[in-house]
């Protein structure tokens, strides 16, 4: 089954001139890591607003078409609905905070849902694992460390265990460690909880280590949406939508058209290390 399905979606933000969209089409499969990217106002915000709900049930504008999660019309569920079904982390951590510690946080977004008292016990402690905030529970979340305020709003929205979990521009108020930690928990939830995860985001290395699939906006517009490995074969298209393609990729690809192979790079660091190394071997040896 597809998580989402966008069909010939058309939004118009009410004090803008023109529509974002037009005719937007997308299909999401189901429990994929799915990675966004694209430059400033290319519509990454707005796409995944429209996935959670916000548009159009929050923010007003001219809506037209329609998003379906998991067979169900956005513009139709209630809140309580939505949440159970997707959870969404924002770029600010504290403009998600309404309680006084960390696991007051995370007990009142299950409350929310109706989520029993006894479980919501047992949600706590798991998900605290999952995020390593254990020691915290206590805390106000607005003293906390940048990374650590992340990882409560993260922890926040599994807790309630949705099938989609939205993630845009996690890491953009981050410092390098902050970062890691974060691109760490996304790499747990990928690997061991079975979830859609959608990420938007500017570090396009980890997108490429870490996504099964890749989508490039650019004014509105889809412009490729492929599996990660396909994805980064055409760096021409990427640069040309102002993305800056991570530097060992482009190596690679230089090194296969000097040598004149034709096949898909691998996209993992480590991987395309391997690969460069062997090819340089090689053809030195010949």
């Not at 492929?226 to 090194?255: A, M, Q, W």
Request: aromatic share 6%; proline share 4%.
């Amino acid at each position: 089954m597809d998580a989402v399905v966008i069909k010939d979606l058309s939004w118009k933000y009410e004090q803008a001139d023109n529509f974002l969209f037009e005719k937007l089409n997308l299909s999401i499969k189901e429990n994929i890591f799915l990675g966004i990217i694209g430059s400033n106002e290319s519509g990454k915000t707005t796409l995944v607003s429209c996935i959670k709900g916000i548009i159009p049930n929050i923010e007003v504008g001219i809506y037209k078409g329609e998003v379906r999660v998991f067979n169900e019309p956005v513009k139709d569920m209630n809140t309580k609905a939505i949440a159970q079904k997707v959870g969404m982390v924002f770029s600010d951590p504290d403009a998600q905070f309404t309680t006084m510690s960390v696991e007051e946080e995370i007990a009142f977004s299950l409350e929310n849902i109706g989520v029993p008292v006894p479980e919501i016990s047992k949600r706590i402690k798991w998900v605290c694992e999952l995020t390593h905030l254990e020691e915290l529970l206590d805390k106000p979340p607005y003293d906390l460390s940048g990374g650590q305020k992340q990882r409560v709003a993260i922890a926040a929205v599994l807790a309630a265990k949705p099938k989609i979990v939205i993630l845009d521009e996690p890491t953009s108020m981050l410092d390098p460690k902050s970062k890691d930690e974060v691109f760490e928990i996304l790499r747990m939830i990928k690997e061991e909880l079975k979830m859609t995860v959608i990420v938007v985001e500017h570090n396009i290395e980890k997108i490429a280590e870490l996504s099964d699939e890749v989508l490039l906006m650019n004014n509105g517009k889809i412009i490729r949406h492929e599996k990660t490995d396909e994805f980064f074969k055409d760096i021409n298209l990427l640069k040309e939508n102002g993305l800056k393609v991570p530097e060992s990729i482009e190596i690679l690809y230089h090194l296969y058209d000097k040598y004149g192979i034709k096949k898909t790079a691998p996209v993992k660091l480590d991987e395309i290390m391997a690969e460069i190394k062997f090819l340089l071997q090689k053809h030195e040896r010949n």
